[in-house]
């Protein structure tokens, strides 16, 4: 286990304030695009992780932030722990403050506390802004003077602060002072361009944390140089006191200090607090349910939080794991966040991997059951098939490698057809589009056919399934599919059409309210590889249900 | 631009090693499983790249590994920049060198320099090999000694090192200095449980590298702190010379050092030589090629290589990309690492994107155009197409808004159906498995009935549509598929059995030999959503066949 390293560090804070902007900065993300209940529903779940702000959005650059800020103010989001903050820039050049819209829009947001960002780059204020160092100074000074004036607590963000700092150390810190002096509560040196590296901030921070002694310092880091959770920790260990980044590290190009990841550096590795008591432990689900709303998936390798985060794959790794139990791999206790340990049963797992899994199904494997499902594994593994994600799956061929055999049902046939003609009328409109689904399937001696209309072929799959055996199996009626994927493989070794023909892999989660499970088909054939992975689905929630 | 660092650090090299170990460690990444072929094929990728050793397995623990430097050493491997390691560990705890398994494996293996494994944990030592720390040294000693006597290189990895460091210095430094004093030219450190952050690197390092004066000190880290890359960096602030790591950041649980980060970190920022002159702008086409044969998508949002790397896409940055150029918001010039600059289209981009993109198309959008375009653009984003992955999509809409229409074809109606039936004999043997598709189809005023067989619904459809169409189009003999893509959305909203009918969004990416471009269908079925994007496919290449 990592031994907290918080001596040596004079400047060091021993808490931090976490500001996140997921829901600002993070929803520049490539790919993301969130409604406003998206938003309402990311801002509760930051709360109940307990960070100390939520910067909620861009309210005149956004039509869509301004109304989230209006229904968050109207009582439709009600926070416990956090405060939420409103995002602007300063005035605009040789402009007035009192007309000005971006600093209206932050007086009209509702909210007690707003962040603004201003130019601390020589060169950004004068080549982009047009303008000379200082008037560039003044549009700080006055709109933190404006904003305070309006009754609101001012964050103060300063835009390109490292490039600037090194071109220009004496105009970067006098934006910073004017910002200070004119009532800005916290300084957030932000690294725009997110190219600098550790040591670099580390520095710097601990030259700005000197000069302004008693004002608070932020961090705000982007990942161009992969850097962006290590910068913000070397600035803490430089003095700054307030952190902000996003959930999984969403933001532009490639992304702002992942929280999932600093929270815990910060507080498992340096003994600095972050979050209320309690709450580190719902790093993980958190993390989740905010991939779910963004709906884009989590890299399994994430740290702390991914699924693979605390997942060993190796011989060497699962033997030792036998031997010394996780500290020996393990950096943290995966409770410790939310997470769990798994076994990976893989190729290079090999016998002693797939035992402790089996054991992890309560099945008891002999040898020449775990010999043959060995070869088994390794035949499907081939054809593209892939356990890690689809436990259910593995569990079904283990229980049916010790001899089990579901008795359930049995198929005989199913077909699939979807049809779509073009209207008259136009080329885009008056489409008329259908899908229906046969199954033959065999419940005891028993035959039964039935047919079943979705709005996708696997859709109607699923229907005349269950309309063929709800009647026999009323345990179906508690099952539901709760997340479908779909991923093409092979395709770099398909050449002309042939690559539609690609080996397609589905894994299908199902719940039926208290657990979970997944399930995979593989086939070139989409609706074959449904269809593999939704029996299994059943055969497993028939079979929990029987348990 | 971000200044180069270089001063101030007495103890930095001017160049560092770069050691890929992707094919060893790399292959520990959940969900990667690679041939013989492919890891042939990865080497040669990294040959061209230009590193310094590539590490291509552990040939004693997998037989697949034993078979790739067989098959190396048999010539079918040409490597004209890199040198090919072979990885092992120490011998057996009081066994004997010359008839250990792994020891001879590496003897056997071909190459000239191999690289083991050996514990500086005093733990690890007795407590996972359960025997005393002399033991634990003469294991290390033992082992260089021997493979150094057989007439190969030997670099050491110390595992667990920084965990050991803390725990015992004294140990740890005694392990190494058995390994120095038998005869291996490199110490390599690894941050195995990757629980260590930058400044605590940078510490030990800089050690480490004072007491060995003259010995090359290497680094191999793990991101389970999300530091992997930072860390590398740290080290070589610190006096290190050899960093290994893996293409793309692979490896068991979050992943080894992302030498896509850590080689341009080096030498564009610090000014460290890395890879041979002329090489670094392969960066980004390697990794992709990489991603592609361990088949696994890559992060768009991955430094300097990931498709989002230089991604704009906030109104803000894009009208300030427009004044003041790339330097304002890219640490450093794309080009310099293979990739380049994107715009992207989106709800949060506005107007000003939209032109950009429009003249990078060649587009002349008029203010009436680009007004309706942008509401339709809404309509389809609200809908779940996504046009910042389907450059050729919006193209044809951008086109389509000035006036454009395609005359090639028209479609009326298509049918696809699949139709599966299982055998007497056995339960999983014996299925008779088929798919058919017809399509009727207009072009000019004559109408095509075709039909098409395929391995799944997609691959017969576009059978279909190319019996239908080829006579009279030749230039679709041209055109072929190379991916597709298939995501579903919204999963999260959907209860019950209505989940298998959530959105599918398919991309697909076509190419002509010259060029390659993506189209987009989204739908509730999946056919239907394939259907969009293979005719949007045919169509923008018969646009470009026309050019």
Redesign the interface.
């Known amino acids: 286990m990592?031994?907290p390293?918080v001596g040596g560090?004079p400047t060091m804070a021993t808490s931090v304030e976490i500001f996140d902007t997921t829901l600002r900065d993070g929803?520049?993300?490539?790919?993301i695009?969130l409604t406003v209940e998206d938003k309402l529903r990311v801002a509760e779940h930051l709360d109940r992780l307990g960070v100390h702000w939520i910067e909620g959005g861009y309210p005149q650059?956004?039509p869509?932030d301004a109304e989230f800020f209006r229904r968050a103010a109207a009582g439709e989001l009600r926070l416990e722990t956090a405060t939420l903050v409103a995002f602007g820039?300063t005035r605009r050049p040789a402009g007035k403050t009192d007309d000005d819209p971006t600093l209206r829009a932050l007086v009209e947001s509702g909210v007690s506390t707003v962040c603004i960002v201003g130019k601390s780059w020589d060169f950004?204020v004068t080549?982009?802004l047009g303008t000379d160092l200082d008037e560039g100074v003044a549009m700080v000074a006055d709109s933190v003077r404006f904003l305070g004036a309006a009754g609101l607590r001012v964050l103060f963000d300063a835009e390109h602060f490292f490039?600037g700092y090194?071109?220009n150390p004496a105009f970067a810190l006098r934006v910073l002072e004017a910002a200070a002096m004119s009532g800005a509560e916290t300084l957030v040196l932000c690294d725009?361009?997110?190219?600098?590296?550790?040591?670099?901030v580390?520095r710097i921070v601990g030259e700005v944390v000197s000069y302004f002694e008693g004002t608070r310092i932020g961090i705000h880091t982007q990942?161009?140089?992969?850097?962006a959770?290590?910068?913000s920790?070397?600035a803490v260990?430089g003095g700054a006191s307030h952190v902000q980044g996003t959930v999984n590290?969403y933001g532009?190009?490639?992304?702002n200090a992942?929280l999932m990841?600093?929270i815990p550096?910060l507080t498992l590795?340096?003994g600095i607090s972050t979050l209320p008591e309690g709450r580190m432990e719902l790093l993980t689900t958190v993390s989740r349910a905010v991939a779910?709303?963004v709906?884009l998936p989590l890299?399994?390798?994430?740290?702390?939080v991914?699924?693979?985060?605390?997942?060993?794959?190796?011989?060497?790794?699962t033997s030792?794991l036998g031997?010394?139990g996780g500290a020996?791999?393990?950096?943290?206790d995966p409770s410790v966040v939310g997470n769990r340990t798994r076994v990976?049963v893989?190729?290079?797992g090999g016998r002693a991997g797939m035992s402790l899994k089996a054991k992890e199904f309560g099945i008891d494997l002999d040898d020449r059951a775990a010999a043959a499902l060995s070869e088994r594994l390794k035949e499907l593994?081939a054809d593209g098939f892939?356990f890690?994600a689809a436990d259910a799956s593995l569990e079904l061929l283990m229980r049916r490698a010790t001899g089990w055999s579901d008795q359930w049902f049995?198929?005989?046939?199913?077909?699939?057809?979807?049809?779509?003609?073009?209207g008259d009328a136009s080329?885009h409109g008056g489409i008329e589009?259908a899908?229906e689904a046969t199954v033959k399937i065999w419940v005891g001696d028993e035959r039964m056919v039935a047919v079943g209309e979705?709005?996708?072929?696997?859709?109607a799959?699923?229907?005349a399934l269950?309309a063929a055996l709800s009647d026999r199996l009323p345990a179906l009626h508690r099952i539901?599919?709760?997340?479908?994927?779909?991923?093409?493989?092979?395709?770099?070794t398909t050449?002309?059409?042939?690559?539609?023909?690609?080996v397609?892999r589905v894994l299908i989660s199902s719940s039926d309210g208290e657990d979970s499970w997944t399930t995979i088909g593989v086939?070139?054939?989409?609706?074959?590889a449904?269809?593999q992975a939704?029996s299994d689905a059943l055969v497993y929630g028939l079979l929990r249900a029987e348990r």
């Open positions: 990592e031994l390293d560090h929803a520049q993300f490539e790919g695009s650059a956004n869509k820039s950004h080549d982009a490039d090194r071109a725009t361009n997110g190219g600098s590296l550790p040591h670099q580390e990942n161009d140089s992969g850097c959770v290590a910068n920790v070397a260990v590290g532009e190009r490639t992304g992942n990841t600093v550096d590795k340096l779910e709303l709906n890299a399994p390798s994430d740290p702390y991914g699924a693979s985060a605390f997942a060993h794959k190796g011989g060497l790794h030792a031997k010394v020996s791999y393990e950096h943290v990976l893989s190729d290079l593994e892939v890690e049995r198929t005989e046939a199913y077909r699939v057809s979807s049809y779509h003609r073009e080329a589009l899908t979705g709005n996708g072929p696997v859709n799959l699923d229907a269950r539901h599919l709760t997340d479908f994927k779909v991923r093409v493989l092979d395709a770099r050449h002309g059409n042939a690559d539609t023909g690609a397609v086939s070139p054939n989409i609706i074959e449904s269809w939704l």
